[in-house]
């Protein structure tokens, strides 16, 4: 699945939303990639809906999460008053929790172990709601942050597909904070290429630059439109 087409903007945009549109199209032209190839993720996680708002208003659409409680107790109302606004969770997701999230979101960026995977299929196949699912890789093989190692990639994704019934759309990473960003994007394409998948979430405030000149289809952009948190 390639990314949806950014909406028509309808209205000024917010100063930092702005500046973000600005760069991720002079990097998609640099690249000589469609500007519409790459799905802009405004990261609302701890902002309230007087942040959030102004943000819709200036043309905005796809917006991310990092906790299920967080989005449950601010977007149902938000999404009603903004019929196509689309949500995507970043962050850890619990088994407990996959109930909700299935019902919340549209795509969830972080699986990344065998129960999360068995309580997915359960909710999907229970709410016939199907959103896009992205298998999160820790690149860094850092022992404080999930994701699953490379050298297990292969066979997770195949184990999502295969025993679980999952339809995998892509992979997600998160870049150790002191590396350079580049070896873990091309990683991170590389897995993904081999695995049929064409969907890559990577990319942040500092660094989506270089992760769309690396392939990345999702870009997940917080401090760089809200401000510091």
Sequence with gaps: MVAQDP??????????????????????????RDRASVMLIAVSKTFGADA??????????????????????????????????????IGPLQSNKAKEAVALFDAIHSVDRPSICEALAKEIDSQKRRPQLFVQLNTGEEPQKAGVAPAEADAF?????????????????I?????????????????????????????MSADF???????????RVGSAIFGAR
């Design 157 to 173: 994704i195949a184990s999502c597909r295969e025993k679980y019934g999952l339809p995998i759309s892509g992979l997600m990473c």
């Design 7 to 32: 909406l028509p903007i309808t209205s000024p945009l917010q100063g930092g939303l702005s500046k973000v549109e600005q760069d991720i199209a002079r990097t998609c032209k640099e690249a000589r």
């Design 209 to 219: 630059a270089i992760a769309i000149q690396f392939g990345a289809t999702h870009i």
């Design 52 to 89: 959030i708002v102004p943000v819709i208003e200036a043309g905005q659409r796809v917006f991310g999460e990092n906790r299920v409680q967080e989005a449950r107790a601010k977007w149902p109302r938000l999404m009603s008053a903004y019929p196509g606004v689309a949500l995507h969770l």
């Design 175 to 203: 870049p150790p904070v002191n590396d350079a960003p580049a070896p873990h994007f091309a990683l991170t394409a590389k897995i993904a290429a081999r695995n049929g998948l064409t969907n890559l979430s990577m990319g």
